[in-house]
């Protein structure tokens, strides 16, 4: 994430100084800074887990997500930035990778092959369902309302028949 706007600064200078996050909603429509903006239901909470100053001279900051919320209620503050109350979903179950969808754990190997991606460091369980479907919504160039669907999605073998149909249709088309 590339950081500029001052209401985003104050905004991670209090995360760092009380050590917490915050959370992560798509914009649905609507312009983010004002007063029509509408969000999805179902976000991500995260975390600071480094920040650099980038060459074009904004704060560039790393985050990882741990875990999915719902937003409850939510408003905009005087300086713009939007908050809100938030429930956190109970966490999906782990579950291995059935044999229909054994292509998908090569597809995100080839993907870390990539010297941007590898330059992450991620930690996988290729053979957990749940890791898989996350981490390729995380990485497969999805257009973001799709990459939604996928978020909200509770059940880590769904999202993986999803996943599976998005590549055959990138492959058919």
């Not at 905004?11 to 996050?21: F, H, I, P, S, V």
């Not at 074009?56 to 005087?78: A, C, D, F, H, Y």
């Not at 979903?89 to 991606?117: D, G, Q, T």
């Amino acid at each position: 994430m590339q950081l500029f706007e001052p209401r985003y600064i104050d905004m991670l200078t209090r995360c760092l100084k009380e050590d917490r996050g915050f959370v992560v909603v798509l914009l649905q429509e609507g312009g983010e800074a004002g007063r029509t903006a509408a969000f999805y239901d179902i976000g991500t909470y995260v975390r600071i887990i480094d920040f650099q100053q980038l060459e074009n001279g904004l704060l560039g900051i790393t985050v990882e997500g741990e875990s999915k919320v719902s937003v409850v209620r939510s408003w905009q503050q005087e300086d713009g930035l939007n908050v809100g109350d938030v429930e956190c979903l109970i966490e999906e179950a782990e579950s291995e990778v059935p044999e229909r969808f054994s292509e998908l754990p090569s597809v995100l190997k080839a993907l870390f092959r990539h010297p941007v991606i590898r330059d992450l460091n991620m930690d996988i369980d290729y053979g957990d369902a749940r890791d898989v479907g996350w981490r390729l919504t995380e990485l497969l160039p999805l257009d973001k309302q799709e990459k939604q669907k996928l978020v909200e999605l509770q059940d880590p073998l769904e999202r993986l028949t999803r996943l599976q149909g998005l590549l055959e249709a990138l492959e058919e088309g």
